[in-house]
């Protein structure tokens, strides 16, 4: 049996010691253009959880078993305008929440003191704002060639289940797709982060993180979250796949109406299109990611 390596995979310092795209490198035209061949039908389907806004004055508490953490986005409503009034609103997103489908920036997580690609912490973020590897490169929008790989279907993983290369070898031979370089991988567990936070999580391992290292895909979108399988282990995509690859990763993502009309229309191929807000400096942006087919 071959020899499996034993340091994790990084991309510091293949695009440049200031790169802030990271995978995002590996979307060319042809990519674009594999994603844009896909679309036969024009159908398009929300990879996003909806949202409903908290008030954050006089609305009272959280919803009872949303999670103890702040709502995902709250909301201070207002008249305006005069003397010809108008609705407006001050929305407060919590951007990394449970249950609100996002984009990660590449410094979310920094590693022993550092964030992709090797910048120092200290020389990444300063005067509360984000000046390297933040979520600027995703104002642009992000659109590729997108797959779909299902490592449960009809149902879910088991709870705190290894993701491995082989289960995404396997859902890959089910779906009869290749995955290319530039492709965004979009995966199913068939779990709902934020409702089934009292069983263990499944979890990506080291071995999977590799897999898509290998097969340099440019953006994961996934259903199952990414607490670590043993006391004191490193989360891997977020260690490992965002900081050291430069993976952007969509995290919390919906894709059961993605498995229905994949599985409806016999086929696991799209045009990934996700257009994030043009917000430049933070840490991460809700995001509502689209499969066309």
Known sequence: ???QPTDPPSNWGRWGERDERGTLNFITDRSRARGAASVRIGRAVSLAHPVAAVPLAGGGPVPHGLTPMPAPVQQLLYFTGSPARALSDVLVVNTHHVALTHVDALAHFPVDGRVYPGVAVDNAAGRGTLQHASTTPFAAGITTAGLFLD???GGRLTPGHEVTAADLDAAAQRAGVHVQSGDALV????WVVHR???EPLPAMTLDAVRWMAEREISVLASDIGDLPPGAGAPPVLHGIGLARLGLPLVDNADVSALADVCGELGRHDFLFALGAMPVHGA?????NPHAIF
């Not at 840490?283 to 995001?287: A, I, K």
């Open 283 to 287: 840490s991460g942006v809700p995001v």
């Open 187 to 190: 995966v199913r567990g068939g």
């Open 151 to 153: 490592l449960a279907p």
């Open 196 to 198: 089934d936070l009292a």
């Open 1 to 3: 049996m071959k020899d």
